[in-house]
């Protein structure tokens, strides 16, 4: 990689680290797949719809590559996420919807929560993934299951997913509470509330 491709890749205000640091409010859990579940409930949805990890490993796969930004500052290229498409989730809800929510909570174990809108979380190379660089993701890294979203800051990354709330509005999560961007998208900068 040139230093104009490096310098193309990287948001403004960002460095490259080749680390993986690991970035996590609180504790790190310990989640057995046996124990693993995903709940999806709220707007539109009459009853919640309930996975456990075999029924949701099984309802797709996706593979990509994508670089991954912090807004504390550090991006890391070329990660290799796989897992479980967003598409293929999404196709499993769509029937059971009788209205489209306008943003999502992504809830997890240790109460982190964090927002986005549809658009963004149906964006299709996201994913709940499973393996990173070719290996079981870690605890610390979100293991078993975490959510990818590459487009926006990694805060918006749900760690240790284990619900998904659907809105009729956006609402803000843990960090967009304690003054992060509603948003967070890295080519805008958008880092903090008071860039709304
Ligand atoms: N549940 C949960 N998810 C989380 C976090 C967290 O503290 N708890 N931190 C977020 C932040 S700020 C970032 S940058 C990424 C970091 O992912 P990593 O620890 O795998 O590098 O996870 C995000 N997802
Ligand atoms: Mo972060």
Known sequence: MTDDEEA???????FLTKRFPVLT?????????????LRIWGVGLAEPVEFDWREFNS??????????HCVTTWSR???????IPISAFWDV?????????AAVMLHCHGD?????LIDDFLEPDNLFATQHDGKPLSPGHGGPMRFVCHHLYGWKSAKWINGVELLDADARGFWEVHGYHI??????????????
């Not at 948003?183 to 709304?196: A, K, L, V």
């Open 25 to 37: 409010y609180g504790a790190t859990p310990d989640i057995s797949t046996d124990d693993w579940g």
């Open 59 to 68: 309802l797709g796969s996706h593979e990509t590559t994508r670089d991954f």
């Open 183 to 196: 948003r967070g998208d890295p080519w805008d900068e958008e880092r903090f509330s008071y860039q709304e």
């Open 8 to 14: 193309a890749r990287l948001p403004a205000g960002q």
């Open 112 to 116: 982190y929560t964090t927002n986005l």
């Open 77 to 83: 290229f070329d990660n290799r996420w796989e897992g």
């Open 93 to 101: 809800i769509t029937p059971h919807l009788d209205s489209t929510p």
